[in-house]
């Protein structure tokens, strides 16, 4: 019950501490005449439509659709209006209308109220949806894990929450990305692994694992990036926050490492828990293993597991990657020409820099546990023996003064136990 307040007392403080860091982070963006509100609405018919045929042969003409919808949030909800879709021949960009979908629109702000807010279509309705994915999966945990399920959802929520209330508010507020992203990872390993495995020598040892792998992954892809000439740019997401409306100077190859950081924190806080875990459960069934035995089981735990968990994070990272590697395929390009590119360049070291973490949480962690364990053991077993002394310390002292003053020689049984008195 102790151990259950004080999780809960550690949590509460780490969340509204974050809440506070939120609160004052200065986020808000700028009020701007004439922005858009989004708002969500559903097609109630189709008053003028755009064959694939028009669509095609009219390529380098503004073709649209003429719309009309109903508003189902916002100041307007209820409300029914004809709307223009616009095609602009850009299959990325373009929103192909059906009666009956459920869409998002950018409603304009108006100046007076007579004036009619100007409205676009901005996409597809897909909220709705993720919520349903989101429900199947916490039934799924709490129906299959049961109370752990329960706690896995508890640390998945408080590890969200600190990264969009704790490091995202500090990294726009211009603090050092790599920094923030290690304190980030080790507070979260820490709540992670003590809401799951409870605070014991298993969940202390996997911290000191998965940070060590952490940190170590962090610092080999800063070196290697900053001797390659990284710039952090290489995803359209950095250069749009050239842009932001708060204006701030951004460290952008820090922040790529930072993601490389939070990105690897998952893969190998598993490795480091499988590590500990497994070694806990060795040295219960074998007391009597020596700490450098353990050690040896715990790395060649953690062999198994390497391979199978490298291949996660490059596969991973690889996924991400195939519309841009069928690009290189179809055009041909030269493979010295793909290894130099500011792209391809950052996916590889974020993707081996992972790894390395990941292999290094393996010895690390092993070692923390084992001598953990062992010294552990060794505390154990001397307070037994205090104890032990003090239950028996009155018999002990009787035996003793028997023997001192008995002067007839022992027999055999009486020889063992004056052995054990003088031992």
Do not use: W
Not at 80 to 86: D, G, K, S, W
Not at 196 to 214: E, F, H, L, Q, R
Not at 336 to 363: C, F, H, K, Q, Y
């Amino acid at each position: 019950m102790k151990k259950i307040i004080g999780i809960l007392f550690v949590l509460t403080m780490m969340y509204g501490f974050s809440l506070f860091v939120y609160a004052s982070s200065d986020m808000a963006s700028p009020s701007l005449e004439g922005s858009f509100v989004t708002e969500k609405a559903k097609v109630l018919d189709i008053l003028s439509d755009v064959s694939i045929k028009e669509y095609d042969e009219h390529q380098f003409e503004d073709l649209k659709q003429v719309v009309e919808i109903q508003l189902l949030s916002g100041e307007y909800k209820g409300q029914i209006l004809t709307v223009e879709n616009h095609l602009s021949n850009q299959a990325f960009y373009d929103i192909f209308l059906e009666k009956g979908d459920r869409i998002t629109v950018a409603i304009g702000e108006t100046t007076n109220d007579y004036e009619l807010p100007t409205i676009y279509v901005s996409g597809f309705e897909r909220d709705r949806y993720e919520l349903y994915l989101l429900i199947i999966f916490i039934l799924l945990l709490i129906f299959i894990g049961g109370f752990k399920g329960i706690k896995a959802i508890l640390s998945l929520g408080l590890s969200i929450s600190i990264i969009i209330f704790f490091m995202l508010p500090f990294i726009l507020k211009g603090y050092s990305p790599i920094f923030l992203s290690i304190v980030t990872a080790i507070i979260v390993t820490t709540l992670t692994l003590f809401i799951i495995a409870g605070i014991n020598i298993k969940s202390i040892s996997a911290i000191i694992g998965t940070a060590s792998g952490v940190v170590f992954s962090g610092v080999i892809a800063y070196v290697i990036g900053s001797l390659s000439n990284l710039t952090g740019l290489s995803s359209h997401e950095a250069n749009m926050l050239m842009y932001i409306p708060q204006g701030i100077s951004f460290d952008y190859r820090g922040i790529l490492f930072s993601g490389i950081i939070i990105g690897t924190l998952g893969a190998v806080m598993d490795i480091a828990m499988t590590i500990a875990s497994s070694m806990h459960e060795i040295r219960e069934v074998e007391p009597s293993i020596s700490t450098k035995d353990l050690i040896s089981a715990g790395i060649n735990i953690g062999k198994d597991v390497m391979g199978t968990m490298t291949n996660t994070l490059i596969l991973a990272y690889t996924g991400t990657s195939i519309p841009l590697m069928l690009i290189f395929i179809a055009y041909d390009f030269p493979l010295v020409e793909i290894l130099n590119m500011d792209l391809i360049a950052t996916e590889i070291i974020r993707s081996i820099a992972g790894s390395i973490g990941l292999v290094l949480a393996i010895p690390f962690t092993a070692m923390t546990c084992g001598f953990i364990i062992s010294r552990s053991a060794s505390i154990n077993r001397q307070k037994r023996m205090r104890i032990l002394k003090e239950d028996y310390k009155d018999d002990l002292k009787e035996m003793y003064e028997k023997v001192k003053c008995d002067p007839s020689p022992p027999d055999s049984e009486d020889q063992e136990t004056s052995n054990e008195i003088n031992s």
